[in-house]
């Protein structure tokens, strides 16, 4: 019987000492709290040196990137309004007379924004009789004429109900296309493409014939 009354009591005792030590930690951890010095302002780190928790979400998962609104007025410029290189707006701005023929109609889209020359070649060509040389500004620029010429010259055609062949040469380089329009073409060439094949002096050069001494 007093072997029992000893496993009580000792049960008791264990019982009452795991109370004493919660207790006592509570209060250590309760004394600690109270000794922490309050956040000073200049142990806060400036607000450009914080991390953002929208670029940063693996060290906030609760944190609800929806939730935030974006203030963007310090990159975007309501007023800003985009600057259209000159060659485009005078495009945007010709005027092509209805009753144009389809060669008028390529010389007054090409020649609203770039150099042209137009060359009759007739009489000692077979395959055409006028070409229209167009230098533009850059290849960005070559392409976006060339383009505008495919849709007046498509639209042109609409307009009157009839078909005519296009053949575009080139849409993948970068210095020169050619426009196929059967009586005459349309080449369209970088400076640097236009100075260094110089179209206009090989087909306006004239070929003498070869003397006889030269013979």
């Not at 951890?29 to 600690?32: E, I, P, T």
């Not at 023929?101 to 020649?111: A, G, N, P, S």
């Not at 849409?171 to 349309?186: K, N, P, T």
């Not at 100075?195 to 004239?206: A, N």
């Given at each position: 019987m007093?072997r029992?009354?000893?496993?009580?009591?000792?049960?008791?005792r264990?019982r009452?000492q795991a109370?004493?030590d919660?207790?006592?930690?509570?209060?250590e951890?309760?004394?600690?709290e109270?000794?922490?010095?309050p956040?000073?302002?200049?142990?806060?780190?400036?607000?450009?040196?914080?991390?953002?928790?929208?670029?940063?979400?693996?060290?906030?998962?609760?944190?609800?990137a929806?939730?935030v609104?974006?203030?963007d007025s310090?990159?975007?410029?309501?007023?800003?309004?985009?600057?259209?290189?000159?060659?485009?707006?005078?495009?945007q701005?010709?005027?092509?007379?209805?009753?144009a023929?389809?060669?008028?109609?390529?010389?007054?889209?090409?020649?609203s924004?770039?150099k042209?020359d137009?060359?009759?070649?007739?009489?000692?060509?077979?395959?055409?009789?006028?070409?229209?040389v167009?230098?533009t500004?850059?290849?960005?620029?070559m392409?976006?004429?060339?383009?505008?010429?495919?849709?007046a010259?498509?639209?042109?055609?609409?307009?009157?109900?009839i078909?005519?062949t296009?053949?575009?040469?080139g849409?993948?380089?970068?210095?020169?296309?050619?426009?196929?329009?059967?009586?005459?073409?349309?080449h369209?060439?970088?400076p640097?493409?236009h100075?260094?094949?110089?179209?206009?002096?090989?087909?306006?050069?004239?070929i003498?014939?070869?003397?006889?001494?030269?013979?």
């Open positions: 007093s029992t009354n000893d496993t009580i009591l000792d049960k008791e264990r009452q109370q004493d919660i207790h006592e930690e509570l209060t951890h309760s004394r600690k109270e000794d922490v010095a956040i000073k302002e200049e142990d806060v780190a400036p607000v450009n040196e914080r991390l953002d928790p929208t670029t940063m979400p693996d060290l906030y998962p609760d944190f609800d929806d939730t609104e974006t203030d310090w990159y975007v410029d309501p007023a800003f309004t985009p600057q259209i290189p000159l060659w485009q707006r005078r495009m701005e010709q005027v092509v007379p209805h009753d023929t389809l060669f008028d109609l390529c010389r007054v889209v090409v020649e924004s770039a042209v137009v060359l009759d070649v007739g009489d000692r060509c077979d395959w055409t009789s006028r070409m229209i167009v230098e500004k850059s290849s960005r620029h392409h976006a004429l060339t383009e505008d010429l495919l849709k010259i498509k639209e042109r055609n609409r307009a009157k109900g078909e005519v296009i053949n575009v040469d849409r993948e380089s970068d210095d020169w296309v050619v426009v196929d329009l059967g009586s005459f073409v349309v369209l060439m970088t640097e493409a100075q260094t094949y110089d179209l206009v002096k090989l087909w306006t050069t004239t003498r014939a070869p003397t006889e001494e030269q013979e």
